[in-house]
């Protein structure tokens, strides 16, 4: 079982930038695919990036794209997503979650094996 944590959200300014943290406790993420998806107020929950579970490729959404950057450092159990640039439209809880082929969004929701809390990011204009 994995649990994760993410923390490093908060409240900023247009323009300014953010890293996000998940930490993974209970197993190890090393053979995981492992994403971030995001629900802004009022709506779906959407992907927003994910990394394969040795790096080698990453995705991204259309809207984050050249903003966003997904790493991971296996040996730490973590994963980040450092934001920059950030837009509000940004704004809404980011969730980490972790899967063995990848956290996806469909016209039936997201789905992933694991899944964080959530943390809060609010982008002022």
């Known amino acids: 079982q994995v649990r994760l944590v993410e923390s490093g959200g908060g409240l900023v300014q247009a323009g300014d930038s953010l890293r996000l943290t998940c930490a993974a406790s209970?197993?190890?993420?090393?053979?995981?695919?492992m994403g971030w998806l995001r629900q802004p107020p009022g709506k779906e929950r959407e992907f927003v990036a994910a990394?394969?579970?040795?790096?080698?490729?990453?995705y991204y959404a259309d809207s984050v794209k050249g903003r966003f950057t997904i790493h991971r450092d296996n040996a730490a159990n973590t994963v980040y997503l450092q934001m920059d640039t950030l837009k509000p439209e940004d704004t809404a809880v980011y969730y980490c979650?972790?899967?063995?082929?990848?956290?996806?969004?469909?016209?039936?929701?997201?789905?992933?094996?694991?899944w964080g809390q959530g943390t809060q990011v609010t982008v002022s204009s």
């Open positions: 979650a972790a899967d063995s082929y990848g956290p996806y969004c469909s016209g039936n929701g997201c789905v992933a094996d694991y």
């Open positions: 209970g197993s190890t993420i090393s053979r995981l695919a």
């Open positions: 990394i394969s579970w040795n790096a080698a490729t990453a």
